[in-house]
């Protein structure tokens, strides 16, 4: 029996409309435009609304570029560390605002948990247990973040983006690395009720050598080289991090996806939202390989090679009406 593979069809953002600025940050916390810039590469990054707002707003975005009605998908597998609520999971409620069919669940591997999203999801595609499957990142990390702490306020933000996949004959995922080391678990936590806490020089080497050998292992299990990437897709954290990781990995800078200048770290929501920059930029074709890969608190990774459907066109990253937060 030939199991089915599964392809990316379309793909959808929501950002909430509030936009912080350095500028702004720099009037109310001791940091500077300076500090963010060098330090973290992040200009401005969008904050407000709900996991379950923006996943539904990306996630309808997703539905209509792959042009498919809601009920036509059957599972909807949604990665978030920020959930609206304890329980249920946040993607009942998505699952039921969009009208989508069949099943929903979360994943939290935090900012490696889109990947680990989509892998899940192209598993319940090629077991046959899912048709058409929406995978959503979505995180609200503002609403985690101490607003008085400058080591952490400057980075974390809040947006979703999404991908639909569907069955295919010519799978569109080559391969998969992912992992945790959950020795290092107390390096970047959040207690109920607390605020996030981070060993940031030790997450920044670990970001940095994790992902090299994730990616790298995902190259190699794909069967390709640095060279045959057309697109790379990192967490986007930190650009000083996304720029070593790239050096490392001999992929150069134009072929890397960048949006964290714009975005801050959104966690679970990062990498689709710099893929679809990239997609909706035109700088994807039919046919390229496209190489994926997530780190965060856990400490989680995850890499993926997937490759590329669609022909694209359209517009830059989508704010999303009716998200803005009213308590910041
Ligand atoms: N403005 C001005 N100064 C600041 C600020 C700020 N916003 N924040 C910290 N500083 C100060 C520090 O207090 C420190 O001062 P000191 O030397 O007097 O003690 C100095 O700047 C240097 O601080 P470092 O933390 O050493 O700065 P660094 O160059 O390491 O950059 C950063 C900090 C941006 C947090 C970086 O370490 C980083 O990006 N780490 C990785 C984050 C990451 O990848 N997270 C991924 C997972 S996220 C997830 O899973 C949800």
Redesign the pocket.
Known sequence: MTLPGAVITGWGTALPDTVVTNAQ?EAR????DE??VS??GIRERHVGGTVSTLAIDAGRRALERAGLAPEQVDLLVLAT?TPDLAVPATSAAVHFALGLSGGAFDVNA???GFVYALVAAHGAVSCGAAQRVLVIGA?C?SLLTDPDD???????ADGAGAVVLEPSDDDGLLAVDFGVDGSAHDL?TCAHGGY?E?E??E??R??VRTTVDSASRALQRANLTPDDIALFVP?Q??L??IEAVASRLGVPMQRVAVVVDRTG?T?SASVPLALADASDAGRLRPGDHVLMSG??????WASTVVRWNVDTAGSALASSPGTRGEKR
């Open positions: 940050l916390l001791d940091t500077t500090w963010i330090r973290s560390c935090a900012c490696a995180d990390v400058r080591a952490t306020a400057v980075l974390f970047l996030m981070m940031g020089k997450v920044f670990r970001a967490h954290a930190n000083r991090i770290n966690s780190f965060g608190a856990g400490m989680t």
